[in-house]
């Protein structure tokens, strides 16, 4: 079963606005980390958070992660139609020797 | 360029043929991994070696064998396909245990 649920599975947003997407999981884990995937295209690694951080900045990319929720956030400040893409949250667990599990992904579509 | 290279790209199968997927990294990573991605599904590993000589079995590892030739190499292999096996297989792979994954741009395999 999947260890990590994003949320919404859809998101429709203009150029300009941000978007926000999160994601929950169950167990316990070390870090976590979001993923983008253009149509047809691999996965690219955006961000990387580990489970003793609350909060990470890269570019328009901001990260929190609250462990007593289990749930993360991702934040895309000031959207372009170049960040439509699938976006996937993905989890390395304790007991999974830190192998990573993906969600389902939130897919998100930047009109401009 | 450095990164993962997947091959073929794209592959229709008849049921109960058998192909190999190849992945190679020259990232001089450690780890390798072999995913699938089905719609709504995200991704879900079917095997992976945390290093040159080893490999062990995912979530999905029924129907599929692996080999890590040496440290570039690893490949899937599919020894009686079946319908159930149509879908995008993405290749990954990373330095130790704790980083982001490098991904392959996929091969997408229909069988019929």
């Known amino acids: 079963s999947q260890q990590g649920e994003e949320d919404p599975q859809a998101l429709s947003i203009q150029e300009g606005e941000n978007a926000t997407m999160n994601c929950s999981y169950k167990?316990?884990?070390?870090?976590l980390q979001w993923y983008r995937q253009n149509s047809g295209r691999g996965l690219v690694h955006l961000i990387l958070?580990?489970?003793?951080?609350r909060e990470k900045h890269s570019g328009r990319l901001r990260v929190t992660l609250d462990t007593s929720k289990k749930s993360s956030s991702l934040l895309i400040t000031a959207s372009r139609a170049a960040d439509t893409a699938s976006y996937f949250c993905?989890?390395?667990?304790?007991?999974?020797?830190?192998?990573?599990?993906f969600g389902a992904g939130t897919i998100l579509r930047v009109k401009s | 360029n450095a990164g993962v290279t997947q091959t073929p790209k794209f592959q229709v199968l008849k049921t109960g043929q058998s192909m190999t997927l190849q992945c190679a990294q020259d990232?001089?990573?450690?780890?390798m991994y072999w995913y699938r991605q089905d719609p709504g599904m995200g991704l879900r590993l079917i095997y992976y070696?945390?290093?040159?000589?080893?490999?062990d079995k995912g979530e999905v590892p029924n129907g599929y064998n692996v080999s890590r030739l040496n440290k570039r190499e690893f490949s899937l292999r599919l020894e009686s396909a079946a319908p159930s096996q149509t879908s995008v297989y993405f290749c990954?792979?990373?330095?130790?245990?704790?980083?982001?994954?490098?991904f392959g741009s996929g091969t997408r395999l229909t069988v019929v």
């Open positions: 990954a792979s990373r330095t130790g245990t704790g980083g982001g994954y490098t």
């Open positions: 167990t316990s884990i070390n870090n």
């Open positions: 958070i580990r489970s003793n951080e």
């Open positions: 993905a989890t390395g667990l304790v007991e999974y020797g830190n192998k990573l599990v």
């Open positions: 990232m001089n990573h450690n780890s």
């Open positions: 070696s945390a290093s040159e000589g080893t490999t």
